[in-house]
């Protein structure tokens, strides 16, 4: 198996046409190698948290690194146009498309992140709380869950 897409929140119970079947062959059972916590505030900024419950998508064999890679970009910013690449930015605010090397018996994992300067280095419970409530008005349609 020679590329994989880490799926958690979302991405794991909704991935998207691009990265559905027949795109994905298998699924792996795993946790994140690193924390996370679903309170997007301060510009969709992320940081401490846990490891969570995910999985590896693995994707068929004659998909390409780059063409993952431009999936789960577009996938992420809700890129509707197949001919969009990922741009790579490493600038803040900037989704930012990493790969683990040998994890879950996948060659390499695609996960998305973000700059260490756009993460929380230490998220307070009660303020995610309260922005994930106040996030919801705001949310599109069906992604309420």
Same mark, same amino acid.
């Given at each position: 198996?020679?590329?994989? #897409?880490?799926?958690?929140?979302?991405?794991? =119970?909704? !991935?998207?046409?691009?990265?559905? =079947?027949?795109?994905?062959?298998?699924?792996?059972?795993?946790?994140? !190698?690193?924390?996370?916590?679903?309170?997007?505030?301060?510009?969709?900024?992320?940081?401490?948290?846990?490891?969570?419950?995910?999985?590896?998508? /693995?994707? &068929?064999?004659?998909?390409?690194?780059?063409?993952? $890679? *431009? &999936?789960?970009? +577009?996938?992420? /910013?809700?890129?509707?146009?197949?001919?969009?690449?990922?741009?790579? =930015?490493?600038? !803040?605010?900037?989704?930012? #498309?990493?790969?683990?090397?040998?994890?879950?018996?996948?060659? $390499?994992?695609?996960? $998305?992140?973000?700059?260490?300067?756009?993460?929380? !280095?230490?998220? *307070?419970?009660?303020?995610?709380? +309260?922005?994930? #409530?106040?996030?919801?008005?705001?949310?599109?349609?069906?992604?309420?869950?």
């Amino acid at each position: 198996m020679a590329i994989g #897409i880490l799926a958690y929140g979302s991405l794991r =119970h909704d !991935p998207g046409p691009e990265l559905g =079947h027949p795109n994905i062959i298998s699924r792996i059972e795993t946790r994140t !190698p690193f924390g996370v916590e679903y309170g997007r505030y301060s510009l969709k900024k992320r940081g401490g948290g846990a490891p969570v419950e995910a999985e590896i998508l /693995v994707c &068929r064999d004659d998909m390409t690194l780059e063409d993952a $890679t *431009n &999936r789960l970009w +577009r996938r992420e /910013v809700k890129e509707k146009d197949k001919s969009k690449k990922y741009p790579g =930015h490493s600038q !803040p605010g900037y989704v930012q #498309i990493e790969p683990l090397r040998d994890f879950g018996g996948v060659e $390499t994992v695609l996960y $998305t992140d973000f700059l260490q300067a756009d993460k929380i !280095p230490a998220p *307070n419970v009660e303020d995610l709380a +309260r922005a994930a #409530i106040a996030s919801m008005p705001n949310a599109e349609p069906g992604m309420q869950e």
